[in-house]
């Protein structure tokens, strides 16, 4: 089975400051990982996703993330947030032969003038 | 776009009645899901499905039921209502080719009286 863990319940930072949302994964086996968005009063909408090949990914909004093996870990980063990304971020993960996903416990990112 | 249409946005109930949760996808999508949100708990699984007339449960089938007798119709049932299913429903479909990954409904925001 795997388990997701987001460190971080919530994260302030300034306009045009740079951020990083912690997510750490526990799998025996290997796995897809995801970023999903949630703005308020919406569903999720997916950031970007971690399948194979490059361990650094890009998605959507200027938002990217590493995949770290050896850290379990999958931490999304944005070098210059705006107040627009404020929202509620959540991390998952899946196995490579079933569909079913876990997610973390979402972490919210309040972006202040 | 895959849209995922959640019949409902705001709901309201009182204990004990019977509360059907539509969800209809439009993309043929073989795989379809039910979570609860909660703050601070973030997705829970509720139950899905693989196909039509397959069911599964998640983590937290207790209280639920669902229905899925059409391949774009996943439909969550509460046999009867109470105060601690109050939440936020989503809705999920995805299929397992190139573009693997959940598309979410809006949500339904469940509140039982």
């Known amino acids: 089975a795997q388990s997701v863990t987001q460190l971080d319940s919530q994260v302030p930072v300034f306009e045009e400051a740079p951020v990083e949302l912690r997510c750490n994964y526990s799998?025996?086996?290997?796995?897809?990982l995801f970023w999903y968005v949630q703005y308020p009063n919406q569903g999720l909408q997916l950031l970007l996703k971690?399948?194979?090949?490059?361990?650094l990914v890009k998605g959507i909004n200027g938002f990217e993330a590493e995949f770290n093996k050896s850290q379990t870990s999958f931490h999304l980063r944005k070098p210059s947030v705006h107040i627009s990304d404020t929202a509620e971020y959540f991390c998952?993960?899946?196995?490579?032969?079933?569909?079913?996903?876990?997610f973390g416990s979402g972490t919210k990112l309040n972006v202040k003038p | 776009d895959v849209k995922v249409t959640q019949s409902s946005r705001y709901l309201v109930k009182r204990t004990g009645e019977k509360v059907f949760l539509e969800c209809v996808q439009d993309?043929?999508?073989?795989?379809m899901f039910w979570y609860r949100q909660d703050p601070g708990l973030g997705l829970r699984l509720i139950y899905f499905?693989?196909?039509?007339?397959?069911?599964e449960k998640g983590d937290i089938p207790e209280g639920y039921s669902v229905s899925r007798e059409k391949k774009e119709r996943f439909s969550l049932i509460l046999e009867s209502a109470s105060t601690n299913q109050t939440s936020m429903y989503l809705c999920?479909?995805?299929?397992?080719?190139?573009?693997?990954?959940?598309?979410f409904g809006s949500g339904t925001r469940l509140t039982v009286v």
């Open positions: 999920a479909s995805s299929s397992a080719g190139p573009n693997y990954g959940y598309t």
């Open positions: 799998s025996s086996v290997s796995v897809y």
């Open positions: 971690y399948l194979s090949g490059s361990t």
């Open positions: 998952a993960v899946s196995g490579p032969n079933f569909n079913k996903f876990y």
């Open positions: 993309m043929d999508h073989e795989n």
């Open positions: 499905s693989y196909d039509v007339k397959m069911k």
